[in-house]
């Protein structure tokens, strides 16, 4: 059974900093797309970062660039969001995903498409 299990979500003041984890387990293969979404209250989702297990092909939405950074520990098949100078406007839930199917990072008309595999999401929240 595939499962995305997520955590390291929480409240934090804004300029703080969390870690958020993500744990795959059950993929047939290693060698996929890996991503972090959000989603806040009253706005669609979005793709916040995205890696390949295997490449070089990242993705971070512009709002979080130079803030956020995505790596993969390939050992414990666990990828990591490290937040940075955390903003109210980040108050979202988060959610991991997968794409297993011809794996890519690269944005079609600005959205990360083609993640058929869902974690349960963790609250991050932002207080000014």
């Known amino acids: 059974e595939v499962q995305l299990v997520e955590s390291g979500g929480g409240l934090v003041q804004a300029g703080n900093s969390l870690r958020l984890s993500c744990a795959a387990t059950?993929?047939?293969?290693?060698?996929?797309?890996i991503a972090w979404f959000r989603q806040a209250p009253g706005r669609d989702r979005e793709g916040v970062s995205c890696?390949?297990?295997?490449?070089?092909?990242?993705y971070y939405a512009d709002s979080v660039r130079d803030r956020f950074a995505i790596s993969y520990d390939n050992g414990q098949n666990t990828v990591y969001l490290q937040m940075n100078n955390l903003q109210p406007e980040d108050t979202a839930v988060y959610y991991c995903?997968?794409?297993?199917?011809?794996?890519?990072?690269?944005?079609?008309?600005?959205?990360?498409?083609?993640?058929?595999?869902w974690g349960q999401g963790t609250q991050v929240t932002v207080s000014s």
């Open positions: 059950g993929f047939a293969t290693n060698r996929y797309a």
């Open positions: 890696m390949l297990t295997y490449g070089e092909n990242t």
């Open positions: 995903a997968v794409r297993t199917r011809y794996p890519t990072c690269t944005p079609i008309g600005g959205r990360l498409l083609g993640f058929d595999s």
